[in-house]
Nanobody
Framework: QVQLVESGGGLVQAGGSLRLSCAAS????????MAWFRQAPGKEREFVAA????????RYADSVRGRFTIFRDNAKNTVYLEMNSLKPEDTAVYYC????????????????????WGQGTQVTVSS
């Protein structure tokens, strides 16, 4: 599949913003549907956002819709997650995931449907 490396996590106060990046290598990135997931301590991994290969279609979890934006730059082999109005409950390790099997469709919300995963980046939102 593709190798993924996340960056951009950190500590931010509630109401602040962060931009996560996920750099891909190893395959044709523009063929991949991409997504962000997160996992908070003691909780299950949950879907955050997804984007199709062209960037023209996106999907968001209800908990982040209107605050987070997923977008991609295929020329840079990178997908981003712009996070605004952050809340303490957004604290988690954020993972990007990708898979080439979606064609032009927006990826689904289930992690099992993604073959490639990054190592994760920690986001901590203080109150």
């Amino acid at each position: 599949q593709v190798q993924l490396v996340e960056s951009g996590g950190g500590l931010v106060q509630a109401g602040g913003s962060l931009r996560l990046s996920c750099a891909a290598s190893g395959r044709t990135f523009s063929n991949f549907g991409m997504a962000w997931f997160r996992q908070a301590p003691g909780k299950e991994r949950e879907f955050v956002a997804a984007i199709n290969w062209s960037g023209g279609n996106t999907r968001y979890a209800d908990s982040v819709r209107g605050r987070f934006t997923i977008f991609r730059d295929n020329a840079k082999n990178t997908v981003y997650l712009e996070m605004n109005s952050l809340k303490p409950e957004d604290t988690a390790v954020y993972y990007c995931a990708g898979d080439s099997r979606y064609g032009g469709a927006v990826p689904g919300i289930y992690g099992a449907n993604f073959a490639s995963w990054g190592q994760g980046t920690q986001v901590t939102v203080s109150s």
